[in-house]
C-alpha cells in the first residue's frame, strides 16, 4: 500500500533536492505546456511543491502562489525559492481539508509527482480536496511519471525509500474523468533522459511523463 512517510520525504529534501534555480530538461519541457496557461494575477496552488521550483516560476509571472506540502524541509527550501512571495502551507491532502487552509478559490491548481504516491481511492480523495478550492472553470495541471519510461530502471537509485506506482495515460485519463474533469489536453514528454527528445504520440508510450489538463465545469 503507498502510503508517503515523513522521515522518507524529509530526508529526500535535505539531501537530494537540487537547487531550484536550476532548469532541468524535465522541467523546461512541463514549462512547455503550462506557460500559455499562466496568467499574471490569477492565483495558483502548487499541490506537494518540493524544491519550490514553481512556485517560484509562478510568482516571477506574476501569479499570486500558495505552496503547499507535507515535509517541512520541502517547505524551507520554496521559502528561500520564493523569497517569501508566495503563501507557504503545511497540508496533508489526504487529512487536511484544504477550504480550511485556503480561503479564497484558486484558478490553478498544479501538481508534479504527486498522486503517483497514493492508491487510488486516495489520488480521489486528494482531487475532490483540490477541487473544493478550486474556482468554476479553473484548471488543474497534472504530470505524472510513466509506467514505461526509462527512468523507472534508474529511479530507485535516485530516490531510495521513496516508494510510487507510476501511471499510464488510460489512468491519468481515469482520475481526472471519474472527478467529473473535463480533459482538456493530454500527452507525454521526454521520452528519453536528455535534452534533444521526440515528443507527440511516442512520448505518451515510453515519455517520463504524462500530462493532463483538465477543467472544473
Given at each position: 500500500?503507498?502510503?508517503?512517510?515523513?522521515?522518507?520525504?524529509?530526508?529526500?529534501?535535505?539531501?537530494?533536492?537540487?537547487?531550484?534555480?536550476?532548469?532541468?530538461?524535465?522541467?523546461?519541457?512541463?514549462?512547455?505546456?503550462?506557460?500559455?496557461?499562466?496568467?499574471?494575477?490569477?492565483?495558483?496552488?502548487?499541490?506537494?511543491?518540493?524544491?519550490?521550483?514553481?512556485?517560484?516560476?509562478?510568482?516571477?509571472?506574476?501569479?499570486?502562489?500558495?505552496?503547499?506540502?507535507?515535509?517541512?524541509?520541502?517547505?524551507?527550501?520554496?521559502?528561500?525559492?520564493?523569497?517569501?512571495?508566495?503563501?507557504?502551507?503545511?497540508?496533508?491532502?489526504?487529512?487536511?481539508?484544504?477550504?480550511?487552509?485556503?480561503?479564497?478559490?484558486?484558478?490553478?491548481?498544479?501538481?508534479?509527482?504527486?498522486?503517483?504516491?497514493?492508491?487510488?481511492?486516495d489520488q480521489d480523495k486528494i482531487m475532490k480536496n483540490f477541487l473544493s478550492v478550486l474556482k468554476q472553470g479553473g484548471k488543474v495541471l497534472t504530470f505524472v511519471p510513466n509506467r514505461y519510461s526509462p527512468w523507472q530502471l534508474i529511479r530507485p537509485f535516485v530516490m531510495p525509500g521513496i516508494d510510487e506506482r507510476p501511471f499510464v495515460l488510460r489512468?491519468?485519463?481515469?482520475?481526472?474523468?471519474?472527478?467529473?474533469?473535463?480533459?482538456?489536453?493530454?500527452?507525454?514528454?521526454?521520452?528519453?533522459?536528455?535534452?534533444?527528445?521526440?515528443?507527440?504520440?511516442?512520448?505518451?508510450?515510453?515519455?517520463?511523463?504524462?500530462?493532463?489538463?483538465?477543467?472544473?465545469?
Amino acid at each position: 500500500m503507498l502510503t508517503p512517510r515523513d522521515n522518507d520525504w524529509n530526508r529526500f529534501w535535505q539531501h537530494a533536492a537540487r537547487p531550484a534555480a536550476q532548469i532541468s530538461w524535465s522541467k523546461q519541457r512541463i514549462l512547455r505546456v503550462i506557460e500559455p496557461l499562466l496568467v499574471p494575477g490569477k492565483r495558483v496552488l502548487e499541490a506537494g511543491c518540493g524544491s519550490g521550483f514553481f512556485s517560484a516560476y509562478f510568482c516571477e509571472r506574476g501569479l499570486l502562489a500558495t505552496a503547499a506540502d507535507f515535509s517541512q524541509p520541502a517547505l524551507d527550501l520554496t521559502r528561500i525559492a520564493t523569497q517569501g512571495r508566495a503563501r507557504i502551507l503545511k497540508a496533508d491532502f489526504l487529512k487536511n481539508p484544504l477550504p480550511e487552509l485556503i480561503k479564497e478559490k484558486v484558478d490553478l491548481i498544479f501538481t508534479d509527482g504527486l498522486f503517483e504516491h497514493f492508491i487510488s481511492a486516495d489520488q480521489d480523495k486528494i482531487m475532490k480536496n483540490f477541487l473544493s478550492v478550486l474556482k468554476q472553470g479553473g484548471k488543474v495541471l497534472t504530470f505524472v511519471p510513466n509506467r514505461y519510461s526509462p527512468w523507472q530502471l534508474i529511479r530507485p537509485f535516485v530516490m531510495p525509500g521513496i516508494d510510487e506506482r507510476p501511471f499510464v495515460l488510460r489512468e491519468l485519463y481515469n482520475l481526472n474523468k471519474r472527478n467529473t474533469l473535463q480533459i482538456e489536453a493530454m500527452g507525454g514528454l521526454n521520452v528519453f533522459p536528455w535534452r534533444v527528445s521526440p515528443e507527440g504520440r511516442l512520448a505518451q508510450y515510453f515519455g517520463m511523463i504524462l500530462f493532463a489538463v483538465a477543467v472544473k465545469t
